[in-house]
T-cell receptor, first 114, second 111 residues
Framework: DGGITQSPKYLFRKEGQNVTLSCEQNLNHDAMYWYRQDPGQGLRLIYY???????QKGDIAEGYSVSREKKESFPLTVTSAQKNPTAFYLC?????????????FGPGTRLLVL | RKEVEQDPGPFNVPEGATVAFNCTYS??????FFWYRQDCRKEPKLLMS???SGNEDGRFTAQLNRASQYISLLIRDSKLSDSATYLCVVTPYNQGGKLIFGQGTELSVKP
């Protein structure tokens, strides 16, 4: 089965803790993306990567970090600097990141702060 | 002004009704346009791409007016299974393929 997987489905973070959200794809896509969705709002872009070992900040990158060491994997770390991390986090991928192709989304991770 | 704005919801309609969603975007250099569907607590899934010539997929018709920077989605003969949030999505030119989402319009189809 080809697709995008995200884990865990639910994640709880304590104050001052860094947590890492996993995103893996076996679609052989070059581009990968992280979005955040808050209740009643559209998705907002956190980071994106068009190729291995390269990534760019999106619209709300503060308090987050990413890496792209492998084509299949694009983990997102929510650092303690992110003061309002409770949200639904969605990872997506597309063929090349040129803008005209479809982005496919993973099932998402819900992050809650304890 | 938000980059992508949609009709505020929710839309509550009976089965069989025709419903239309509207969306406007602010960046005239936008290059690609989509409608995504998002079920409650799930990930968005592509419903259809939108072209200037208009396109139809069964009961769904999408239109793009570049001059007015306006996108629409028409659903005919609505089904209970059409209940979801519909997201208008735009891709700006030369920005790594990132998607700009509207806030979504919730549709509830009642028996």
């Amino acid at each position: 089965d080809g697709g995008i997987t995200q884990s865990p489905k639910y994640l709880f973070r304590k104050e001052g803790q860094n947590v890492t959200l996993s995103c893996e794809q076996n679609l052989n896509h070059d581009a990968m993306y992280w979005y955040r969705q808050d209740p009643g709002q559209g998705l907002r872009l956190i980071y994106y990567s068009q190729i291995v070992n390269d990534f760019q900040k999106g619209d709300i990158a503060e308090g987050y970090s990413v890496s792209r060491e492998k084509k299949e994997s694009f983990p997102l770390t929510v650092t303690s600097a992110q003061k309002n991390p409770t949200a639904f986090y969605l990872c997506a991928s597309s063929t090349s990141g040129q803008g005209k192709e479809t982005q496919y989304f993973g099932p998402g991770t819900r992050l809650l702060v304890l | 002004r938000k980059e992508v704005e949609q009709d505020p919801g929710p839309f509550n309609v009976p089965e069989g009704a025709t419903v239309a969603f509207n969306c406007t975007y602010s960046n005239s250099a936008s290059q690609s346009f989509f409608w995504y569907r998002q079920d409650c607590r799930k990930e968005p899934k592509l419903l259809m791409s939108v072209y200037s010539s208009g396109n139809e997929d069964g009961r769904f018709t999408a239109q793009l007016n570049r001059a007015s920077q306006y996108i629409s989605l028409l659903i005919r003969d609505s089904k209970l299974s059409d209940s979801a949030t519909y997201l208008c999505v735009v891709t700006p030119y030369n920005q790594g393929g990132k998607l700009i989402f509207g806030q979504g319009t919730e549709l509830s189809v009642k028996p």
